[in-house]
């Protein structure tokens, strides 16, 4: 079985600054992992992907991760944060392979973005 | 990708009534997947339906309370029953036509 644990549920930066969203990931095949955002009142958006090949993934909004496997993490970076970037964050891992594999998301962090 | 129209974006219900919330795919898929979010909380898979079977349920939901139904490949109905004010969630549709999911808008249930 698979799990994940983001490490902080709430994350706040100033505008223009870093954002480093955590993710650790237990599987025991090599994963998928995703990241998603939601914003107010909507549902999920895919932010980016891994599956194989190159670790460092981009996605949409400047948002990138890195796939680590010996630290089993993925976390998500953005160099300078915008207000539009506040939102929950949620990273997910399933078992690399066939669709009808489990999707396993962590708890989210939701990200404050301060004037 | 694929574009999930579901539906109503909220209601607001009373207690020991049945909500029936509709799931809309613009392309065939094979599965569909039912998830709750609960208030501040993540998401967690209820059932899978596939067309023309019954759904396949996760520890802790039953037929009786979330009964779906999946007439063709692009449509589903997840239907939850007999409210209680713990059922206020939001409720999101999901497909995964390839290697990533995606999710409809949800429906925002408030049980009163």
């Known amino acids: ?115 | 990708s694929a574009v999930i129209s579901q539906k109503p974006s909220r209601d607001i219900c009373q207690r020991g009534t049945s909500l029936t919330i509709q799931c809309q795919v613009d392309s065939q898929v094979t599965m569909m997947f039912w998830y709750r979010q609960q208030p501040g909380q993540s998401l967690t898979l209820i059932a899978t339906a596939n067309q023309g079977s019954e759904a396949t349920y996760e520890s802790g939901f039953v037929i009786d309370k979330f009964p779906i139904s999946r007439p063709n490949l692009t449509f589903s109905t997840l239907t939850v029953s007999n409210m209680s004010p713990e059922d206020s969630s939001i409720y999101l549709c999901s497909v995964r036509p390839g290697v990533e999911a995606f999710f409809g808008q949800g429906t925002r249930l408030t049980v009163v």
């Open chain 1, 1 to 115: 079985a698979q799990s994940v644990t983001q490490l902080g549920s709430h994350v706040s930066v100033s505008e223009g600054a870093l954002v480093l969203l955590r993710c650790n990931y237990s599987s025991s095949v090599p994963p998928y992992l995703f990241w998603y955002v939601q914003y107010p009142n909507q549902g999920l958006q895919l932010l980016l992907k891994y599956t194989t090949g190159a670790t460092l993934v981009k996605g949409i909004n400047g948002f990138e991760a890195e796939f680590k496997k010996s630290e089993t993490s993925f976390h998500l970076t953005k160099p300078s944060a915008h207000m539009s970037d506040a939102a929950e964050y949620f990273c997910a891992v399933r078992i690399s392979g066939g669709s009808n594999y489990k999707l396993t998301f962590g708890k989210g962090t939701l990200l404050t973005v301060n004037p």
